[in-house]
T-cell receptor, first 114, second 113 residues
């Protein structure tokens, strides 16, 4: 079975631009979460979606937004990019709602903001 | 504030050695704790999930223990191999509704042949 997939693998943008990252969960998983990992740090929670509704939000500015589609795939959008947004963006999926189920992560999207 | 701490930040051992990675967390009211492995520039691979009612979980050469009362978890790796070289991350979910996985900064393990 395919694991969590993310696209693109790498992305280079300039300050002020907008970016969209994509995630497809494991088949049968209905929950998708997004995390940001800067170099040398553990991942930090951005959003969680379950059944197309936002179930949790981390301490990130409104420039960050996300949505989940009927097929449970998800997009993360970041507007007005800043240099500090450069990071590895990770998507995780799990079977059920909330964070009580085991989380499975994708390979990530490496975003570089110049 | 709910925090996860992993010590040491880095560890180097010769092949074949048994080793222990440590994870400590504030607030013992956790729901579960998960250990992950991350290779450089890659995503996270789930290694073990321990529910709050459990004391340990085992998978192959890996054994994770949980002591909620002391706010600690350990990941034991038996007979280490060069392929075990990676960063190991500990993450906790607390009972509070809507709380996400809270990660430590990880321990970077290097196993030399």
């Amino acid at each position: 079975d395919a694991g969590v997939t993310q696209s693109p693998t790498h992305l280079i943008k300039t300050r002020g631009q907008q970016v969209t990252l994509r995630c497809s969960p494991i088949s049968g998983h209905k929950s998708v979460s997004w995390y940001q990992q800067v170099l040398g740090q553990g991942p930090q929670f951005i959003f969680q979606y379950y059944e197309k509704e936002e179930r949790g939000r981390g301490n990130f500015p409104d420039r960050f937004s996300a949505r989940q589609f009927p097929n449970y795939s998800s997009e993360l959008n970041v507007n007005a990019l800043l240099l500090g947004d450069s990071a590895l963006y990770l998507c995780a999926s799990s079977l059920g709602r909330g964070f009580t189920n085991e989380q499975f992560f994708g390979p990530g999207t490496r975003l570089t903001v110049l | 504030k709910q925090e996860v701490t992993q010590i040491p930040a880095a560890l180097s051992v010769p092949e074949g050695e048994n080793l222990v990675l440590n994870c400590s967390f504030t607030d013992s009211a956790i729901y579960n704790l998960q250990w992950f492995r991350q290779d450089p520039g890659k995503g996270l691979t789930s290694l073990l999930l321990i529910q709050s009612s459990q004391r340990e979980q085992t998978s192959g050469r890996l054994n994770a223990s949980l002591d909620k009362s002391s706010g600690r978890s350990t990941l034991y790796i038996a007979a280490s191999q060069p392929g075990d070289s990676a960063t190991y991350l500990c993450a906790v979910i607390w009972n509070q509704a809507g709380t996400a996985l809270i990660f430590g900064k990880g321990t970077t393990l290097s196993v030399s042949s």
